[in-house]
């Protein structure tokens, strides 16, 4: 899923995102809901027409973003009190008013409010997170005012404790969901530990249901998701970094900006099919981004986010060709990583 923050992928026209094989795209539940508001949402239509996507859409809780943005003057039982990070305002948020929003907004699938602690926290404060994430959730199945037209999905947190994860695991199963996610990855915790923890709860979560890694990742993340049994992604990797002019690559990852593409007259990537490829040069985009042209990012998201929906789809296949060891093993991309982005600067931009 392309991630659409502030109820817009940053810079590239819904026609073009569709064009790109994306099917379902994200919005963040804590950005609108301090701005324009939710109601102004639903009296614009609902997210669905805000955005211009008539196609399938996914609201997150909002829980990640107060955790990670927001300065938080309390986390009890009874939810999260913060300060907005655009007006200083005191907003209170907690299931049910996650549920209230969630349904204002008109996502077809809705996230369950949980809590997000830091990593480095103890394990002793990890279970507190736990339970509270499953009181919420149960908080959340109640007040849902939507449940014929909006699947609400469940989270498992649990930090980097295997019985914590199981535990959450088990308890949201208990409650059935029509879709699970995992969450609290990808916070530093470190790519084994990420797929230690994806081989503990992957398997445990119904395979009949959509299985959903949020906030996830690299190219490399991706695929190792995927060979424990997820399903969906979101990440704002594609188009933040496309933004920045760092093009994803099966080669390995460029940085458009560089003075060796000055007089390249080739693609970004000879083999892709996205708009950008088609029809500009790398010299061409790099001329963009220095003359400070609006179409250099455009078009590298929009490359970008092809490259994912490429490789997915090729994942895709290789599962059912019943290739997808080989392709694991053999495909470039299954590599990408972060250490390919440490010498790019300049990317810093709220979560
Ligand atoms: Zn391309």
Not at 4 to 33: E, R, W
Not at 79 to 88: A, C, R, W
Request: with cysteine; hydrophobic share 40%; proline share 5%.
């Amino acid at each position: 899923m392309p991630v659409g923050t502030q109820g817009s992928i940053k810079g590239v026209l819904p026609d073009q995102v569709a064009a790109t094989g994306s099917q379902i795209i994200l919005a963040n539940t804590y950005h609108l809901m301090l701005r324009p508001g939710e109601k102004t949402v639903a009296e614009l239509g609902d997210l669905h027409r805000f955005m211009g996507w008539p196609g399938p859409i996914l609201t997150d809780s909002g829980g990640y973003q107060v955790f990670s943005l927001a300065d938080i003057n309390q986390i009890t039982d009874q939810g999260v009190t913060f300060k907005s990070h655009i007006d200083g305002a005191i907003v209170h948020l907690d299931a049910k008013r996650s549920m209230q929003v969630q349904n204002d907004l008109g996502a077809d699938i809705i996230m369950a409010f949980d809590e997000c602690p830091d990593p480095n926290k103890p394990v002793e404060y990890q279970k507190i997170a736990v339970e509270r994430t499953m009181r919420w959730a149960a908080e959340c199945q109640v007040a849902h005012a939507r449940k014929e037209d909006q699947s609400l999905f469940g989270i498992v947190q649990g930090g980097t404790d295997r019985g914590l994860r199981a535990y959450c695991a088990e308890q949201l199963i208990e409650m059935d969901f029509p879709g699970y996610a995992v969450g609290g990855l990808a916070v530093g915790e470190g790519f084994a530990a990420m797929k230690a923890v994806l081989g503990w709860v992957t398997p445990m979560l119904p395979s009949d249901k959509p299985r959903y890694l949020m906030g996830v990742g690299f190219p490399r993340d991706i695929a190792a998701a995927v060979a424990s049994g997820i399903d969906m992604f979101d990440c704002v990797l594609p188009t933040r970094n496309g933004r920045n002019a760092y093009a994803f690559t099966a080669a390995g990852a460029i940085r458009l900006r560089n003075s060796k593409f000055t007089r390249d007259s080739g693609p970004i990537e000879a083999d892709c099919d996205c708009y950008a490829c088609r029809n500009f040069s790398r010299g061409a985009i790099r001329h963009f981004f220095f003359a400070g042209e609006m179409l250099g990012p455009v078009l590298v998201s929009v490359h970008n986010v092809r490259f994912y929906q490429r490789l997915m789809a090729d994942l895709r296949r290789s599962i059912g060709e019943g290739s997808f060891l080989s392709f694991l093993q053999n495909d470039p991309r299954c590599l990408l990583g972060p250490s390919a982005q440490s010498s790019v600067e300049g990317i810093e931009e709220t979560p």
